[in-house]
Nanobody
Framework: QVQLVESGGGLVQPGGSLRLSCAAS????????MGWYRQAPGKQRELVAG???????NYADSVKGRFTISRDNVKNTVSLQMNSLEPEDTAVYYC?????????WGQGTQVTVSS
């Protein structure tokens, strides 16, 4: 079993920055993917950024150049630095870990971008 605990999020003005962090604990082994998804009201959950345990990273087109994902394989943590935030980035952000064809989710943290 894997547990994910998120921190960060909150209210920020357009153009501002936020940093989300997630710590994973439990049975974590082998190749895995840690990343961030988001879900805005009335929309489906979507991938924001992911990072494999071997170092490959990918981003949604909408956040490329603005968001940066980083992870620490020793501490089993993943962070998302979000810069130049836009109102369209408003959503609940979820940390995820994908391992052995199973996806584990954090509880979600609200990010609101508004003036």
């Amino acid at each position: 079993q894997v547990q994910l605990v998120e921190s960060g999020g909150g209210l920020v003005q357009p153009g501002g920055s936020l940093r989300l962090s997630c710590a994973a604990s439990g049975s974590i082994f082998g190749f895995n993917v840690m990343g961030w998804y988001r879900q805005a009201p009335g929309k489906q959950r979507e991938l924001v950024a992911g990072s494999t345990s071997s170092g490959t990273k990918n981003y949604a087109d909408s956040v490329k150049g603005r968001f940066t994902i980083s992870r620490d394989n020793v501490k089993n943590t993943v962070s998302l630095q979000m810069n130049s935030l836009e109102p369209e980035d408003t959503a609940v952000y979820y940390c995820a870990l994908i391992q052995s064809s199973r996806t584990y989710w954090g509880q979600g943290t609200q990010v609101t971008v508004s003036s």
